[in-house]
Nanobody
Framework: VQLQASGGGLVQPGGTLRLSCAAS????????LAWFRQAPGKERQSVAA????????YYADSAKGRFTISRDNAKNMVYLQMNNLKPEDGAVYYC???????????????????WGQGTLVTVSS
């Protein structure tokens, strides 16, 4: 599978962005998906994750109440809707996928085998 992230850009504090990630695979529903972000000089951190069916989602504390992860298994797409953006949300955002079976720590970058190229989000006035 290959992932292609898009939708980043410059937005003012309080603004919204919707990130998209397209997957090239015939077995999209076999993958758990996640969004991570990495700011300059910082470690890559989990933002949100979705199980294979899209019926369960995880959010980092910083994302709860503002961000929403969703997936469309028919279109091989995963999205991250980001509302009320803050300057500290600025980072390169990556989508990631894993087809590993069993229990998976969806907050850990090490659990994911496939990564998109990243899309830059800048929150500034």
């Amino acid at each position: 599978v290959q992932l292609q992230a898009s939708g980043g850009g410059l937005v003012q504090p309080g603004g919204t962005l919707r990130l998209s990630c397209a997957a090239s695979t015939r077995t999209f529903s076999a993958y758990a998906l996640a969004w991570f972000r990495q700011a300059p000089g910082k470690e890559r951190q989990s933002v949100a994750a979705s199980n294979r069916s899209g019926t369960s989602a995880y959010y980092a504390d910083s994302a709860k109440g503002r961000f929403t992860i969703s997936r469309d298994n028919a279109k091989n797409m995963v999205y991250l809707q980001m509302n009320n953006l803050k300057p500290e949300d600025g980072a390169v955002y990556y989508c990631a996928a894993t087809a590993r079976s069993g229990w998976i720590d969806l907050t850990s970058p090490q659990a994911f085998d496939v990564w998109g190229q990243g899309t830059l989000v800048t929150v500034s006035s």
